[in-house]
């Protein structure tokens, strides 16, 4: 073979390649992304240049051919692209300091930015894992001679004539001992499954196809059904629920970006610091740590984000901070929250059933993001106790399907709740509470503990938000607080609203004797059988038409002090213990309590100064004590064991003759 050239290759540093090696990239694997991407490319530039005119010859469907010989140690890619020429080799090649992709763009247009990658640094990947890189190519140009070229990784490179025969380029490896791992055909394919799997070209390797080639996030929207969004996702994300719903992106200025971004459905132990969404780079894998481009908010979401105007450094695989990263994680946001107004306007009843998933996220969003706050805050949703008629009164529709057989129920689109969990906005809150409590929202956070509360305000027609979520504690109720500066949010058991209480005439009249109201020694009763100076008894009569429906003592937590108690707890990253300041409401006008009064007052005073009866009346205030308490927190063991113990006792007592 006549060697047409020997040389150095021209660089800016006495030996480039202990850099490649060393510090350029971190990740040998990549070798493979950097080298299929090239094939892509050329491919791409030879349909270009035959548009030009500058090739006479038929351009073939593009491939990409990975050979493997472990008894030589050699890996190679070949493709039936474009091709070089001897000068081009040396240009492109030997000239490292260059890239033939910024040429090329100006010589053929815009157009040319759909390349992938770029001769020049990501050819030279090959070097952290060969010892021996060859090129053995044949341009597409008429009248083309075929050329070798190889280095053994050292400055000094050899270019000779070839034997070539075919259009295109083969580049041919060498392995590194340590390296020998890329010649098994499981880790190729894995590494072509990680990287490539979506470029525009069919990848073949032991005699078939192995990359999936349809990227549908390049398609457009029209052309895509819901079917081939889900199956996109269940590739991506085997073995997952379905996603509520999803985003496509597709815009072209002021930056070019596609994409789809999924809802998924979200698990107790899902890490929202953890984002799950992957970047591409004209359908090559890059990272799936897009903190820079996603939104802070938006990082549980799924999916695939494509873009060549994300700015990467050399090894594509860390993002700087750049103004066109921070307008795209702009446009992201807007597109999302476009999506879910769309959603809400045009089908409520979908919204409604996403949104125990979906709510999470745009609460955080409004919190981190005035813009996209402006965009959702009329579409923030909330469970109610409120039962619209439509709850209740709308039937249920049954119509044929479309496989003709199967029988599917229709819910209507405009229905504002549904039988189950009916949904409020704040806005429609305050308009309808506004005659009984304007400016006001009473909200629970735990439906299962704070129960008897929650039906005490429904059985006065007073209307219950539920703000049930761990964002809703610690983070969105103040930050409502703050964006509505006049509305106070107070839970359930925070305090009793006056229109739950009623006048107890009965209770304020002074007995004349002890120069106390019932109210009074009610007090005094609990007061002694407690013995806690820190819970603060107060008594009062709840409305109700039947009495013995509620409760006869209620456990109440007074707003600023419980939401203290909490941020402190969270701060210090515990358990909030419950407070020994808590306020002890009495019911006067519960037949028990009236009981209780009742025996107080029929008993004999003792030698000893104590009534004959005071020990069961002090078991039967603790009693009720306790019950009250187990409204609002789990006992611990000893507390449990006092429970049930003192509960014996009083049974017993009550079943004496």
């Known amino acids: 073979m006549a060697v047409l050239e020997k040389g150095n290759i021209t660089i800016h540093t006495e030996n480039i390649f202990p850099i490649i090696k060393k510090s350029l990239y971190t990740d040998h694997e990549i070798f493979l992304r950097e080298l299929i991407s090239n094939a892509a490319d050329a491919i791409t530039k030879r349909k270009m240049a035959k548009m030009a005119g500058e090739s006479s010859v038929d351009v073939p469907d593009g491939e990409i051919i990975i050979d493997v010989n472990k008894e030589k140690k050699q890996l190679s890619i070949t493709d039936n692209g474009i091709g070089m020429t001897a000068d081009e080799i040396k240009k492109y090649i030997n000239q490292v300091a260059f890239s033939s992709a910024e040429e090329f763009i100006q010589k053929y247009g815009k157009d040319a930015n759909d390349l992938i990658g770029h001769f020049g640094l990501g050819f030279y990947s090959a070097f952290m894992v060969a010892t021996h890189v060859e090129i053995n190519t044949l341009s597409c140009k ?40 890329y010649l098994e055909s499981q880790r190729i394919r894995q590494l072509v499954k990680t990287y490539s799997d979506f470029m525009p070209v069919a990848i073949r390797f032991e005699g078939e196809q192995i990359n999936k080639q349809r990227a549908i996030w390049k398609e457009s929207p029209q052309n895509l059904t819901d079917e081939d969004y889900l199956e996109f996702y269940r590739y991506l994300y085997p073995f997952q629920e379905d996603p509520l ?13 596609n994409g789809i971004l999924y809802f998924p459905k979200l698990r107790p132990d899902i890490d929202v610091t953890k984002g799950q969404i992957k970047l591409f780079c004209n359908q ?12 802070e908010f938006l990082m549980p979401l799924r999916g695939v984000v494509d873009s060549t105007d994300i ?31 769309s959603l809400y306007n045009e089908s409520y009843s979908d919204y409604v059933k996403s949104w125990e998933d979906v709510g ?174 820190k819970v603060n008894i107060k008594t009062q009569s709840i409305k109700s038409a039947e009495t013995a429906a509620t409760p006869p003592a209620m456990v109440l937590l007074p707003e600023a002090m419980r939401r203290l108690q909490e941020m402190t707890a969270m701060m210090q990253q515990t358990t909030m213990q419950f407070p020994e300041d808590h306020v002890l409401m009495i019911n006067l006008s519960h037949p028990l309590i009236e009981n209780i009064y009742q025996l107080s007052q029929g008993s004999i005073i003792q030698a000893d100064g104590k009534a004959s009866n005071q020990e069961t009346i002090d078991m039967m205030c603790q009693h009720v004590y306790d019950l009250a308490l187990m409204a609002q927190k789990a006992f611990d063991a000893e507390g449990m064991k006092a429970f049930v113990e003192r509960s014996n006792q009083v049974l017993t007592r009550l079943t004496q003759k």
């Not at 890059?286 to 939104?295: A, G, K, N, Q, R």
């Not at 929202?441 to 979520?469: A, H, R, W």
């Open 311 to 341: 700015p990467l450094n050399v090894s594509r695989s860390a993002l700087t901070n750049h103004r066109t990263v921070r307008r795209i994680s702009d446009y992201i946001a807007k597109k999302v929250g476009d999506r879910l107004k």
């Open 360 to 533: 999470t996220f745009v609460k955080y969003g409004s919190i981190r993001d005035e813009k996209f706050k402006k965009q959702v805050e009329d579409i923030l949703i909330y469970r109610t106790t409120h039962q619209p008629e439509t709850a209740v009164t709308t039937p249920k529709v049954e119509v044929q399907g479309n496989d003709g057989d199967v029988w599917e129920d229709v819910k209507s689109e405009d229905t504002q709740a549904t039988s189950t969990a009916p949904y409020t906005t704040l806005k429609d809150y305050l308009e309808r509470n506004k005659e009984k409590h304007e400016n006001r929202v009473f909200y629970c956070t735990d439906p299962s503990t704070q129960g008897t509360y929650i039906e005490l305000y429904k059985n006065q027609g007073l209307e219950v938000l539920y703000m049930d979520s761990f964002i809703d504690t610690n983070y969105f109720i103040p930050f409502l607080e703050q964006e509505y500066s006049d509305v106070k949010f107070s839970r359930v058991d925070s305090e009793l609203d006056q229109s739950l209480v009623e006048d107890d005439k009965a209770s304020e009249i002074v007995d004349p004797n002890t120069n106390k109201t019932r109210g009074d020694v009610v007090k005094e009763l609990f007061e002694k059988a407690i013995g806690k100076p």
């Open 142 to 181: 008429d009248s083309a001679e075929a050329v070798h070229w190889s280095c053994d990784g050292s400055p000094e490179f050899q270019l000779s004539a070839s034997d070539k025969t075919s259009i295109g380029t083969t580049i041919t490896l060498t392995m590194m001992d340590e390296e020998t791992e």
């Open 245 to 257: 719903l999803w985003v496509h992106l597709n815009t072209d200025y002021p930056f070019l970006l």
């Open 284 to 295: 090559v894998f890059v990272s799936d740590h897009c903190e820079e481009v996603i939104p």
